[in-house]
C-alpha cells in the first residue's frame, strides 16, 4: 500500500484512516497489546521539513526534538530520554541503559561512525547506492526486549537532491511514526546540508504499521481535527551544521540536569537558537513555570513553534502565588 503526502501531519492522517478502515488491516493481539495493522506500507512525503505535527491532539515537537539530540549525542542512557519519554523504562533490562538507541548504532556500530561514512560516499560518488545505515543488528534476534524498530536508512542523491528511504520492521503510527519523520529528516536535511545539495523526498517503508487498540480515542480525536495547515519549520542555515548539532547536545544536557537555566549558546544562528530554546521551554513546562515559557516564547525567530509552545504554556495554570521563575545564568 502506498501513502503519498506533502507533510508529516497529511501522512498521518490518511495512514490513521486506511488503519481504521481499510479492508486490509487485520486485527490481531501482539506482545505489547491488540492492535489494528496494515502489511508493507510505503509512505512518500514530499516536504520533509513540514515534518511535525500541528494538531492540537498530537503535539510532539518536544519529546521529539529530546529524542533527536539522544542519538546524536550516541547516547544509550535511559534517564536521559526517559526525561522526554517516558515509555522508554519498558525498553531497559538494567534501569540505566537502552540495548536499542540508536544513537551508539549511528556513531559507533562496531567501531564506525555511519553518519560521517555515508557523508564520504555521497561526496566521493554522489550516485552512490551504497550510503546506507544499518541499525537492526543480527544480535538483535536474541533480545530480551523489543529490539529497533528502523532497520536501515539509504541515502540516495538523484537530480541534485538528497531522497531519504527508511525501512521499518514495525512502527507504532500514532505514537512512534511521528517522532522517526522528525529525527529521519533532521538527519536527511543535517547531511543534505553537508555534501552540498537540495532536500529530497523523504519515503517511509514499514512491515508492520499499526495502531493498538487503547491508542483508538487519541486517534479519533487527531482525525477529528481533520487536515491541518501546512507550516514547515525554516530550512536549516547552509553551513555545516555539524558543529551547532554538538553545541545543541551539551546545551540540552546542561538544561535538562541544572536547577536553573543555563545561558544560550553564544555565535549560534537563529535556527539552532529557537532549537536551544524549545530545550529551555520543555523544561519551564516540567518545572510550571509559564511566565519564563511566555518571555521564551516572545524571543523565538521562527513562528511555526508557536502554536506547540502555546499548548504547552496553557496546560501550566498562572499560580495566585507564582513560585520564582527560573533564572538563566546570563543574559539571553
Known amino acids: 500500500m502506498e501513502i503519498s503526502a506533502a507533510t508529516m501531519d497529511d501522512a498521518l492522517h490518511k495512514a490513521l484512516g486506511k488503519i481504521i478502515k481499510s479492508k486490509k488491516a487485520i486485527s490481531l493481539d501482539s506482545t505489547k497489546g491488540s492492535n489494528r495493522e496494515l502489511v508493507g506500507v510505503q509512505i512518500r512525503i514530499s516536504d520533509p521539513r513540514a515534518r511535525f505535527s500541528r494538531a492540537i491532539s498530537r503535539s510532539q515537537l518536544f519529546s521529539s526534538l529530546g529524542e533527536l539530540f539522544w542519538y546524536w549525542g550516541g547516547s544509550n542512557r535511559l534517564d536521559q530520554i526517559s526525561y522526554y519519554v517516558k515509555n ?10 537502552v540495548p536499542s538507541a540508536y544513537g551508539p548504532r549511528l556513531f559507533a556500530l562496531r567501531g564506525k561512525n555511519q553518519i560521517d561514512g555515508i557523508v564520504n560516499l555521497l561526496r566521493e560518488k554522489p550516485t ?17 526486549l523489543s529490539p529497533p524498530c528502523t532497520c536501515t536508512l539509504q541515502f540516495l542523491m538523484r537530480q541534485g537532491k538528497l531522497n531519504l528511504f527508511v525501512s521499518m520492521r514495525s512502527n507504532d503510527i500514532l505514537f512512534g511514526f511521528p517522532h522517526d519523520v522528525f529525527a529521519f529528516t533532521m538527519i536527511q536535511e543535517i547531511i543534505s546540508r553537508r555534501t552540498g545539495v537540495e532536500l529530497g523526498e523523504y519515503i517511509h517503508s514499514v512491515g508492520s504499521l499499526h495502531l493498538y487498540a487503547n491508542q483508538q480515542s487519541k486517534a479519533q480525536n487527531y482525525l477529528a481535527e481533520g487536515y491541518q495547515e501546512k507550516v514547515p519549520m525554516p530550512a ?28 544560550f549558546p553564544c555565535g549560534l544562528a537563529d535556527y539552532w537558537l529557537d532549537l536551544a530554546r524549545l530545550l529551555a521551554i520543555y523544561k519551564c513546562y516540567k518545572k510550571k513555570d509559564r511566565e519564563t515559557i511566555e518571555k521564551l516564547k516572545n524571543k523565538m525567530s521562527a513562528s511555526v513553534y508557536e502554536q506547540a509552545i502555546s499548548k504547552r504554556a496553557g496546560q501550566i495554570k498562572w499560580q495566585t502565588i507564582r513560585q520564582e521563575p527560573l533564572n538563566f545564568t546570563s543574559q539571553d
Open 236 to 263: 536549516m542555515p547552509e553551513e555545516d551544521p555539524s558543529a551547532a548539532m554538538l553545541v545543541l547536545v551539551r546545551y540540552e544536557r546542561e538544561v535538562r540536569l541544572n536547577q536553573t537555566l543555563p545561558a
Open 88 to 97: 522508554y523504562r519498558q525498553e531497559s533490562e538494567d534501569g540505566l541503559t
Open 128 to 144: 552512490t547506492r551504497r550510503a546506507v545505515i544499518q541499525l537492526y543488528d543480527a544480535e538483535d534476534l536474541d533480545s530480551a
